[in-house]
């Protein structure tokens, strides 16, 4: 795999335009499948068999990986030798009757209108580091955005007079509205906040920490923590509940999924159609619980 491995490495940057935590893990993946393969006499990439690697993944299984690790490695064999036999670098695909095993899916946790509206009161001062939060918690809810999209996101990227913000995901370019009450909150902070963290510095980022730095996935996640524990949530809460949140809540009021699978960035429809059977299991749930004939 020697040789190939970098051209396939290459190929992701420059011609897959993959993020760099893909190629990283892509690149750590395949070193150890090659390590693998050298322990095991097998050092040219054109005499691997599927029973080498059907042998590697068994292996992986024995060393208690999860079946995501797994999947994830089977994801990058794939690719890798797809790659290379596309280039006619092997004559066959060893993956090609490869399967990954079974991932239970984990239906995402989601907040009720309610709990949401509870959390995003907690930041209720005037004070520079609560004036970013609740600028940061409304413009979350308010568009879906991803954690790492919204602590990405530029001055320039907010459009306050049209209410809406420019999100930026590896290279691509989205659109999303947001509301007047996210515009009220952004207003405030802009005017109060922003400057009073930045303490004389510059920054191109709209949300800093009191640093005057750009914020963190950590430090947002503990404020959002902080903020579940002072609302009474006393279910397990991540940043990422109000982007699920955000998704169940519109569909359930009637937005089309085609609508909402643009706002959340999703490329394939199905997968924002998964929210639609989260916010029907949400009401089962809610129904077999308080129903008194169940």
């Known amino acids: 795999m020697g ?5 396939f490495i290459d190929y992701l940057k420059e011609q897959k335009n993959a993020s760099a935590s893909t190629v990283d893990s892509y690149q750590r993946d395949l070193r150890k499948l090659e390590s693998y393969l050298t322990e095991h006499g097998v050092d040219d990439v054109g005499n691997v068999t599927a029973t080498n690697l059907n042998s590697y993944i068994l292996y992986l299984e024995k060393q208690g990986m999860s079946s995501a690790t797994v999947s994830r490695s089977v994801a990058s064999m794939k690719s ?10 092997i004559a066959d695909d060893p993956t090609e009757t490869i ?4 991932i239970e899916k984990k239906i995402p946790g989601i907040l009720s209108m309610d709990e949401v509206a509870r959390l995003l009161e907690q930041p209720s001062g005037d004070t520079p580091k609560e004036l970013r939060d609740r600028a940061m918690l409304e413009l979350m809810y308010a568009t879906g955005m991803r954690v790492t999209e919204l602590i990405s996101v530029h001055m320039a990227d907010i459009h306050q007079n049209l209410n809406y913000v420019v999100c ?5 370019e989205r659109v999303i509205p947001f509301g007047d009450t996210a515009k009220q909150a952004l207003e405030r902070y802009l005017k109060n906040g922003r400057g009073r963290l930045l303490k004389g510095k510059e920054s191109d980022y709209l949300f800093v920490n009191c640093s005057g730095s750009v914020m963190s996935r950590q430090g947002f996640w503990k404020l959002v923590k902080s903020y579940a524990s002072r609302a009474g949530i006393t279910s397990e809460i991540t940043p990422q509940m109000l982007r699920h949140s955000f998704a169940v809540h519109l569909l359930q009021n009637g937005a089309p999924v085609e609508s909402v699978q643009e706002m959340l960035g999703h490329s394939d429809v199905s997968t924002t159609q998964n929210y639609l ?13 308080a129903h008194p004939r169940v």
């Open 3 to 7: 040789s190939e491995l970098p051209l």
């Open 99 to 102: 399967r990954a095993p079974h």
């Open 80 to 89: 890798f030798f797809h790659y290379i036999y596309r280039k006619h670098a």
């Open 168 to 172: 930026s995901d590896r290279g691509r």
């Open 277 to 289: 059977n989260l916010g029907v299991e949400r009401v089962q749930r809610v129904y077999r619980a």
